[in-house]
């Protein structure tokens, strides 16, 4: 069983329309973080989200994206008004372990 | 500027050679690195890591050598094999941040593996 479980694989939406992205971080770790990846270039960082806040963010990550852990379970990435550019995967990890940092298989997000 | 980088983009060899990566970092903070391994359409996969106070880590297969006096880091994969294509990239992170902070990706580079 993965031990970080992404849905959806694949999601296409319309630009301007609103996406939450899912993330289920099985076991008991205390750091999540989001993640993305344009095609064919670097993985960046979003977020990290501790103890159920925001413990830190990158440029990247502006007043578009959100970010919630809404039953202690699951771990969500919004994005309230999706541009052409957002068009990318998207990668939830967690803290902890002897792999330090585990990530999903990525959602990929198709804006068009 | 970018913190971590990778000097080719694309690595060629014939199975069963040996290969070396190469990764650049300009960050002096950082005390951990991470080695992932990404196949097509997947997630970055860890493959090895080494903390600022070691400079060698021996896996299965792979090692990762660390020069902290010109923040050079290599991964050399032993015997080569197909299953190795994929992209690699270098990470690195202050560790003693207490993992708020995100990890820092280096650009990747393409391991290509000839019959």
């Known amino acids: 069983e993965p031990e970080v479980t992404q849905t959806p694989s694949h999601q296409v939406t319309q630009m301007g329309q609103e996406v939450i992205l899912r993330c289920v971080p099985i076991?008991?770790?205390?750091?999540f973080y989001w993640y993305r990846q344009i095609l064919g270039q670097k993985v960046e960082f979003l977020v990290s989200?501790?103890?159920?806040?925001?413990?830190?963010k990158s440029e990247i990550f502006d007043d578009q994206f959100s970010v919630e852990r809404p039953d202690g379970s699951n771990f969500t990435l919004k994005i309230r008004s999706t541009k052409l550019e957002d068009s990318a995967m998207y990668f939830c990890?967690?803290?902890?372990?002897?792999?330090?940092?585990?990530f999903g298989s990525g959602t990929r997000l198709t804006v068009v | 500027g970018e913190s971590v980088g990778l000097h080719l983009p694309t690595l060629s060899v014939q199975e069963g050679d040996n290969s070396i990566i190469n990764c650049a970092y300009s960050?002096?903070?950082?005390?951990?690195f991470i080695w992932y391994k990404q196949e097509s359409g997947k997630g970055p996969q860890f493959i090895i890591d080494i903390r600022s106070n070691m400079d060698k880590r021996q896996g299965q297969r792979v090692t990762v050598l660390l020069n902290k006096t010109v923040k050079h880091l290599s991964l050399q994969i032993a015997a080569t094999q197909p299953g190795d294509s994929a992209v690699y990239f270098c990470?690195?992170?202050?560790?003693?941040?207490?993992?708020?902070?995100?990890?820092?990706f280096g650009k990747g580079t393409h391991l290509i593996i000839q019959p």
């Open positions: 990470a690195e992170n202050r560790d003693s941040g207490g993992g708020a902070d995100g990890l820092t």
């Open positions: 990890a967690k803290r902890g372990g002897r792999e330090g940092y585990t």
């Open positions: 989200f501790y103890n159920n806040e925001i413990s830190e």
């Open positions: 960050n002096s903070a950082s005390d951990y």
């Open positions: 076991s008991n770790h205390l750091y």
